[in-house]
């Protein structure tokens, strides 16, 4: 079993920045490929960015690259998403999941979810 905490979201302006954090504890936390999706308002969940934990690689989304960053803080169990440039379309609740295998974009495939964290971009 492995649980799952989303901390760090908020309210910025257009151009702001926001680090989200995915606190993670459990057996062999630090085995599964943790995804990061949103969910805005009346829309499906769309993943964001991956890093699977067994070699350290990184995927994001079409509309994250080259403002959404990635990565993992092993002594503190969490991976955070640094995300700058932040937009109105980026407002959304956002989730991490982790799934055993490896990452995808299929939300299906994800063993487990944290309870989401708001973020909200707006003038």
Do not use: H
Not at 58 to 70: E, L, N, Q
């Amino acid at each position: 079993q492995v649980q799952l905490a989303e901390s760090g979201g908020g309210s910025v302006q257009p151009g702001g920045s926001l680090r989200l954090s995915c606190t993670i504890s459990g057996r062999a936390w630090n085995y599964y490929a943790i995804g990061w999706f949103r969910q805005a308002p009346g829309k499906g969940r769309e993943g964001v960015s991956c890093l699977s934990q067994s070699d350290g690689s990184t995927y994001y989304a079409d509309s994250a690259k080259g403002r959404f960053t990635v990565s993992r803080d092993n002594a503190k169990n969490t991976v955070y998403l640094q995300m700058n440039g932040l937009q109105p379309e980026d407002a959304a609740v956002y989730y991490c999941a982790a799934d055993w295998r490896f990452c995808t974009w299929e939300e299906g495939e994800y063993d487990y979810w944290g309870q989401g964290t708001q973020v909200t971009v707006s003038s």
